[in-house]
């Protein structure tokens, strides 16, 4: 058994590092979603800021865009044009994205301070990727409405995992001393 155990360490010590640093990112991100309830910010402050980013993003690449809350629903609705084109809900603020990310990274930790500064510039990164796919699945959605299913549940997920992958895979391949120090 202790043999199977050492064999296993990493495995082991992966799996406890990244269940214990998801369990308590997604506890705090759902105590700030409930805190957020009564907040002047609808749905909430990050949800809010990311819809509000794309409608000045859409603004600045010549679309006339609006965002208006919803009425019937906790999200913000994207308007070009006059027209109804996405709404953008509290799972498009990228947030669990993020903390997914960081709980991988931090299970395969470096120094202290280079796992902090990729956990904050991959945030960052995909923060802005995020932005990047709501613009311009806004715009997809405005001049192809009938390829909504494909644009929202195929191509733009794909662009945010893809580039969480990426950056998994730069990390794994270039910094963690876990895989390094084992190969």
């Known amino acids: 058994m202790r043999e199977l155990l050492k064999q296993y360490k990493l495995v082991i010590r992966f799996i406890i590092t990244f269940s214990g640093v998801y369990i308590v990112l997604i506890y705090a991100y759902n105590l700030y979603l409930d805190l957020s309830n009564s907040s002047e910010f609808y749905p909430d402050y990050i949800t809010n800021l990311v819809a509000n980013q794309t409608n000045s993003l859409l603004n600045s690449i010549g679309y006339n865009a609006s965002v208006l809350p919803h ?107 876990n895989i390094k120090s084992n190969v």
């Open 71 to 177: 009425p019937n629903e906790p999200s913000i609705k994207v308007i070009i044009n006059g027209k109804y084109v996405a709404r953008v809900i509290e799972g498009c603020n990228a947030a669990s994205i993020i903390i997914l990310f960081i709980a991988f990274i931090t299970a395969f930790a470096s120094k202290f301070k280079t796992t902090i500064m990729y956990c904050l510039a991959g945030s960052i990164i995909i923060y802005t990727f995020n932005l990047i796919r709501i613009v311009i699945l806004s715009v997809g959605l405005f001049h192809y409405p009938w390829r909504r299913e494909v644009l929202h549940t195929v191509i733009f997920p794909l662009f945010i995992y893809g580039t969480v992958f990426l950056l998994w895979m730069f990390w794994v391949n270039r910094f963690s001393k």
